[in-house]
């Protein structure tokens, strides 16, 4: 049974609204930071409107996401993550910018407070060394979308004490979600694969050698994947991708990971993806995939 009563995520775009979703919908009381209210705000209609698609798809009662909905406030303070018994990061994917939240939190939370970083590609030991309390710093890497996704990436850092991580993978399990343990290597498990086969099939459409929907369709139909990689990739964002690319391919110089041209490209004309209405494919709705 986990001891985490009160969860934080930090971060309300994608991965954090997700991930506070999750928390909140397994019981948590649940508290979103981000600097921005408008980010927040943006945050709340897409919950309601996933929670309001999962009612009318019998996933939910009205009286269950009202529950729901109560555990899960948002707030541009701080302060009130002093409250967390668990703080999960999800901004963006730059050490410093990391460490300098962590070191923010340190000074906030109380000291049984632990720090799950959702980085997907840094080192978790790199991330706890500026967070003023390495031993208490795990990797919980969701998957996007995060509200549909039952996996989590653990990851223990060189100085995370035993039983924070073993205090970190039940509450993983109570939230209904499926951890698996991995090293503290670059990319873990699954953007070790993804980040480079992402990359290819965007090489694909620099090329000209198939549109986005012809390659999703490609992937999903042989591979049997649930989603194509361009689809992907309109859902993480093609800002963060670039961030992962430099990410993975800084560590492993794999040729394979370093950004493609194309990604610049459309960062430059805001074709950002979902969030921004325009990436591989148009966006008409500001709407939480699934539901």
Same mark, same amino acid.
């Given at each position: 049974?986990?001891?985490?009563?009160?969860?934080?995520?930090?971060?309300?775009?994608?991965?954090?609204?997700?991930?506070?979703?999750?928390?909140?919908?397994?019981?948590?009381?649940?508290?979103?930071?981000?600097?921005?209210?408008?980010? @927040?705000?943006?945050?709340?209609?897409?919950?309601?409107?996933?929670?309001?698609?999962?009612?009318?798809?019998?996933?939910?009662?009205?009286?269950?996401?009202?529950?729901?909905?109560?555990?899960?406030?948002?707030?541009?303070?701080?302060?009130?993550?002093?409250?967390?018994?668990?703080?999960?990061?999800?901004?963006?994917? %730059?050490?410093?910018?990391?460490?300098?939240?962590?070191?923010?939190?340190?000074? !906030?939370?109380?000291?049984?407070?632990?720090?799950?970083?959702?980085?997907?590609?840094?080192?978790?030991?790199?991330?706890?060394?500026?967070?003023?309390?390495?031993?208490?710093?795990?990797?919980?890497?969701?998957?996007?979308?995060?509200?549909?996704?039952?996996?989590?990436?653990?990851?223990?850092?060189?100085?995370?004490?035993?039983?924070?991580?073993?205090?970190?993978?039940?509450?993983?399990?109570?939230?209904?979600?499926?951890?698996?343990?991995?090293?503290?290597?670059?990319?873990?498990?699954?953007? /070790?694969?993804?980040?480079?086969?992402?990359?290819?099939? !965007?090489?694909?459409?620099?090329?000209?050698?198939?549109? +986005?929907?012809?390659?999703?369709?490609?992937?999903?139909?042989? @591979?049997?994947?649930?989603?194509? +990689? @361009?689809?992907?990739?309109?859902?993480?964002?093609? %800002?963060?991708?670039?961030?992962?690319?430099?990410?993975?391919?800084?560590?492993?110089?794999?040729?394979?990971?370093?950004?493609?041209?194309?990604?610049?490209?459309?960062?430059?004309?805001?074709?950002?993806?979902?969030?921004?209405?325009?990436?591989? /494919?148009? /966006?008409?709705?500001?709407?939480?995939?699934?539901?």
């Amino acid at each position: 049974m986990s001891s985490i009563k009160t969860v934080g995520v930090a971060g309300a775009g994608t991965m954090g609204a997700g991930i506070a979703i999750v928390a909140a919908r397994a019981g948590f009381r649940t508290i979103l930071y981000d600097t921005r209210q408008d980010t @927040l705000d943006r945050a709340r209609r897409q919950t309601e409107g996933f929670f309001a698609k999962s009612v009318q798809r019998g996933k939910l009662t009205a009286q269950a996401v009202e529950t729901i909905m109560a555990n899960l406030t948002g707030t541009t303070e701080m302060a009130a993550m002093a409250e967390c018994d668990v703080v999960i990061e999800a901004v963006f994917e %730059d050490l410093k910018v990391k460490h300098g939240l962590f070191s923010d939190l340190d000074a !906030i939370c109380p000291p049984h407070t632990i720090f799950a970083s959702n980085t997907s590609t840094l080192s978790i030991t790199e991330i706890a060394g500026g967070s003023g309390r390495p031993e208490r710093v795990v990797g919980m890497h969701f998957c996007l979308p995060a509200q549909l996704m039952k996996l989590i990436e653990m990851s223990p850092g060189l100085t995370t004490a035993p039983e924070v991580f073993d205090t970190a993978w039940k509450f993983a399990e109570a939230m209904g979600q499926r951890p698996v343990k991995t090293k503290d290597n670059p990319g873990f498990i699954l953007n /070790y694969f993804l980040v480079p086969f992402n990359n290819d099939a !965007i090489r694909m459409v620099e090329a000209g050698v198939a549109e +986005p929907a012809d390659i999703d369709r490609a992937i999903k139909a042989g @591979l049997g994947y649930p989603m194509g +990689p @361009l689809e992907l990739l309109d859902l993480i964002g093609l %800002d963060t991708q670039l961030l992962l690319c430099e990410a993975l391919h800084g560590v492993t110089n794999d040729p394979r990971a370093a950004c493609p041209p194309l990604v610049k490209r459309m960062i430059a004309a805001n074709h950002l993806g979902r969030k921004s209405g325009r990436g591989f /494919y148009n /966006y008409d709705k500001d709407a939480m995939f699934g539901g």
